[in-house]
């Protein structure tokens, strides 16, 4: 399932893609199973739209794993687990999830590092550290629900060493140099990263550091393109067990980020 040269490669680069890990049908059976709820009338809490040609189209879908039971499949898959323990190394909890459609026309994101950034808490006013927060390491599981393109906007991601080299590994030394309030890095940094874009087939995954700058841009086909986007954060001292998603998704809500800045291309 995954090899030594992967888990190196892994190690080494920050990110590995894995052809034919899911069966199709299960990826399929997923995808339909959220375009028939997402066409119901029954509108999905956590749901964010984009204005496209001046109409208003689905974005994302946050939690999307409380509502379909395929995806949730997916995520508690013994062979995904398996493949986490292995590269994480000790016990993880799984963080957010979320599917992205991508609309034709739809936007890109900015070049940016997940979790690297401060906010405050309506509550109190206290600044918190980001993801820093719930935990010390996390890592991304990208499952494509339709096959990944340069023309429908696929992922770029740079390898990790690009992020070490101009900022350093430590939580705030990355943060302190992006956008203020954002993840996103400076467009004078942008030169120094060198981007690969990730063409996936349905039943692939891509697995990725969260420290692995990644973007996208524009989706200029005529279909929508869409990927299942998992976040599982490494057992530590700052989360004690599977809540820590709740608390997270939780506290999401109730922040307040007093600097509106551009996160879409």
Same mark, same amino acid.
């Given at each position: 399932?995954?090899?030594?040269? =992967?888990?190196?490669?892994?190690? %080494? ?5 894995? !052809? ?7 990826? *399929?059976? &997923? !995808?339909?199973?959220? $375009?028939?709820? #997402? ?11 984009? =204005?496209?040609?001046?109409? !208003? ?17 997916? #995520? ?6 398996? +493949?986490?323990? +292995? *590269?994480? !190394? ?14 034709? @026309?739809? &936007? @890109? ?25 719930? @935990? ?9 629900? =339709? ?29 302190? /140099? $992006? #956008? ?9 940094? +942008? ?11 349905? @039943?692939?995954?891509?697995?990725? =550091? ?8 524009? /989706? ?6 869409? +990927? ?6 490494? &057992?530590?001292?700052?989360?004690? /067990?599977?809540? #820590? ?8 809500? %109730?922040?307040? /980020? ?8």
């Amino acid at each position: 399932m995954i090899s030594k040269k =992967d888990i190196l490669k892994y190690n %080494n680069d920050g990110y590995l893609t894995i !052809k034919n890990f899911f069966n199709k049908k299960e990826i *399929l059976n &997923a !995808k339909n199973e959220i $375009l028939k709820k #997402v066409n119901s009338k029954n509108k999905l809490i956590s749901t964010y739209y984009e =204005d496209i040609k001046k109409k !208003k189209e689905i974005r994302r879908i946050e939690k999307i794993s409380d509502y379909s039971k395929y995806s949730k499949k997916l #995520v508690i898959s013994e062979k995904l687990k398996k +493949i986490l323990k +292995i *590269l994480l !190394k000790k016990k993880f909890f799984l963080f957010k999830d979320k599917v992205n459609f991508k609309q034709p @026309g739809g &936007a @890109g994101f900015l070049p940016h590092i997940d979790g690297h950034f401060y906010w405050k808490n309506k509550k109190d006013g206290k600044q918190q550290e980001g993801w820093s927060k719930y @935990g010390d390491s996390f890592i991304n599981i990208v499952i494509p629900m =339709d096959s990944t393109t340069k023309k429908n906007g696929y992922l770029f991601l740079s390898k990790k060493k690009y992020t070490f080299k101009k900022y350093g590994k430590r939580w705030k030394n990355i943060a302190d /140099n $992006l #956008v203020s309030g954002t993840p996103n890095l400076k467009d004078d940094d +942008i030169k120094d990263f060198k981007f690969n874009g990730m063409v996936l087939n349905i @039943g692939d995954i891509l697995i990725f =550091d969260w420290k692995c700058c990644h973007f996208s841009k524009k /989706n200029l086909s005529k279909k929508s393109r869409m +990927i299942f986007y998992l976040t599982y954060v490494n &057992a530590c001292k700052k989360n004690s /067990n599977y809540l #820590v998603r709740k608390k997270y998704y939780s506290e999401k809500k %109730n922040s307040l /980020n007093p600097l509106k800045r551009k996160s879409l291309q």
